[in-house]
């Protein structure tokens, strides 16, 4: 059984940063893309960004492009998400999630559909 767990939401001031961690088991992790949504009350869920399994290449959406970073420690079997310069608009909850296809390689997914299973979600809160 795949599982996802997150960890690292919290609140913080405009301008701050936080960094959110997620945890997998049950599924070789290093074989797998792993990408983070957002979704805000009333809107859709929304690509934030993703890291191929290998960990060389990550991808990005544009609202976050230079403001987010995302790293995976394979040992850990742990992926993160490094924000910065965090805006009110940021806030959502945040969803890890993991590719659909084993070793799909180069090719990142930018929508909900690319992934299988998913992290319970973890609430961050911007203020102004």
């Known amino acids: 059984q795949v599982q996802l767990v997150e960890s690292g939401g919290g609140l913080v001031q405009a301008g701050g940063s936080l960094r959110l961690s997620c945890t997998s088991s049950?599924?070789?992790?290093?074989?797998?893309?792993m990408g983070w949504f957002r979704q805000a009350p009333g809107k859709e869920r929304e690509f934030v960004g993703a890291?191929?399994?290998?960990?060389?290449?990550?991808f990005y959406g544009d609202s976050v492009k230079g403001r987010f970073t995302i790293s995976r420690d394979v040992d850990r079997n742990t992926v993160y998400l490094q924000m910065d310069s965090l805006k009110p608009e940021d806030t959502a909850v945040y969803y890890c999630?993991?590719?659909?296809?084993?070793?799909?390689?180069?090719?990142?997914?930018?929508?909900?559909?690319?992934?299988?299973?998913w992290g319970q979600g973890t609430q961050v809160t911007v203020s102004s």
């Open positions: 999630a993991i590719d659909r296809v084993f070793n799909r390689g180069w090719t990142i997914i930018t929508i909900p559909s690319g992934y299988d299973y």
């Open positions: 049950g599924r070789a992790f290093k074989n797998y893309n």
């Open positions: 890291v191929t399994g290998s960990g060389v290449r990550t």
